[in-house]
């Protein structure tokens, strides 16, 4: 009965072991794409056209393609993103700026590293619309 109660102690304690290690791993970095800052873009002198950007925020990279047409984004699509998709914080996050035209939004409650890292990335494809 010893061997049962130990051997289960044991497996828990593994499986506590594993866990922590994958919430450390699954965390490392976040603090960077935490200190970002999005910087302001004025809107109104966007050229029209296709632009992509990129953002590098480790498990947080993504890269999106906009859509300028007469002067406001109208469009916003994600190409490539590495970290485990939601798709509902990338719909979020794109229907504020393209409502708003601005980058200066509320982040998505409980998002708020995928969401700045998304920001990154509009703010890096507007950059090559000016």
């Not at 906009?66 to 984004?73: A, F």
């Not at 190409?79 to 990338?90: A, K, L, W």
């Not at 509320?106 to 990154?120: H, P, Q, R």
Request: proline share 0%; net charge negative; charged share 20%.
């Amino acid at each position: 009965m010893k061997k049962i109660v130990r051997s289960i102690l044991i497996f828990f304690l593994l499986i506590g072991v594993i866990l922590t290690v994958a919430i450390v791993l699954l965390l490392r970095n976040s603090d960077s794409v935490l200190d970002e800052t999005v910087e302001a873009i004025d809107f109104t002198v966007l050229n029209d056209g296709v632009y992509q950007g990129h953002y590098d925020g480790y498990r947080w990279s993504n890269t999106v393609s906009i859509t300028i047409h007469n002067g406001e984004v109208v469009d916003i699509a994600l190409v490539e993103d590495v970290r485990f998709t939601d798709d509902i914080t990338s719909a979020i996050v794109f229907t504020r700026v393209i409502e708003t035209q601005t980058l200066d939004i509320d982040v998505v409650s409980g998002a708020t590293i995928s969401s700045i890292a998304y920001l990154k990335a509009i703010e890096d494809a507007i950059s090559k619309a000016k």
